[in-house]
Structure formats: C-alpha cells, structure tokens
C-alpha cells in the first residue's frame, strides 16, 4: 500500500545541547572506530612491554589523551555562542521535492531534495545531510503521526 500526502508537516524540533553533544559523539565513533580500534591495539601491546623507554611513555599518554580532548573539543563547539542556530527551535515542512525549515516568519531555509547526500539514524533521530558534516536533524518525536514518519522514511531515507 503506498501512502500519499502532498505535504509533512513535523512538531516543533529543538535540539538540547546534551542530545546534540551525544550525537556528535556517536557520529564521530561511528566514522572512527578503526582509529580508536588501532589505539587501544598499540597501547596495549605497549603497556605489555616489561620495560618503557620515553617514546613509549609518550605514546601511552597520547593514547589516553587524545579521546579525552576530542570530548573537550566536542562539548566547547555545542556550548559555543556562535553556533546557537544549530539550537533553534524549528519545524519543517516537507513533501516530495524539498525540506522547508522554519524558525519564525521571516526566517525559512529551503533545501531541494537532490541536495541530500547521506542519511543515517542516530540516538532515535533522523539525520539528512547536505554536506560531510551539515545535516538536518528529525527525532521520531517530530512527525505527528506514524504515517507521517513512514512518509518520510520512504521519500527521504536512503539505506
């Protein structure tokens, strides 16, 4: 059975700073697990060694370090003033050929359908992206009704 609409239109989205930290979280582990794989890999056959030299001691420290600044990196760019759009609330007004985003009358983006060139599903949310590290961001909660979200999965999801 295909459904039809000519227009979704989602409940109001705003992102908190805590779920958009998670979510940067996640999608940079998703991108990056090989890197921190090989980490954990060097560091333990390092940390095996019964004797450590002063390189080896560096690399332990880096090993451990470098997760714990990427967070610190991670959490200081969501809590940055300058980037308060990404925690405007919004709706959106989707159908077939474009994603309209509203912030108040006077404020809208369109995007054209054709500009997606990625999708993934992180944290019970929906992430459409128009560039490697730009995307729009719809939590389940968002569509007023199953159908709506079916909708949305079918025309905007790719898999």
Do not use: C
């Not at 890197?35 to 095996?48: D, K, M, P, R, W």
């Not at 060694?49 to 451990?64: A, H, N, P, T, W």
Request: charged share 25%.
């Amino acid at each position: 059975m295909k459904i039809s609409f000519d227009m979704v239109i989602t409940n109001s989205v705003k992102i908190e700073k805590s779920k958009f930290f998670k979510i940067l979280l996640v999608r940079y582990l998703k991108t990056r697990w090989p890197l921190y794989g090989s980490v954990i890999l060097i560091a333990t056959l390092v940390s095996q060694k019964e004797s450590f030299d002063g390189g080896d001691e560096f690399f332990l420290i880096l090993f451990l370090l470098y997760p714990i600044l990427i967070v610190i990196q991670y959490w200081r760019w969501v809590n940055s003033s300058e980037n308060k759009i990404f925690l405007t609330e919004r709706k959106y007004e989707i159908d077939e050929n474009k994603i309209t985003g509203i912030t108040d009358e006077n404020n809208y983006s369109i995007i054209e359908k054709e500009h997606f060139i990625k999708s993934d599903i992180v944290l019970n949310t929906y992430l459409l992206y128009i560039s490697k590290t730009q995307f729009l961001y719809f939590p389940f909660d968002a569509f007023k009704s199953i159908e709506d979200q079916k909708w949305f999965e079918n025309n905007y999801f790719k898999q």
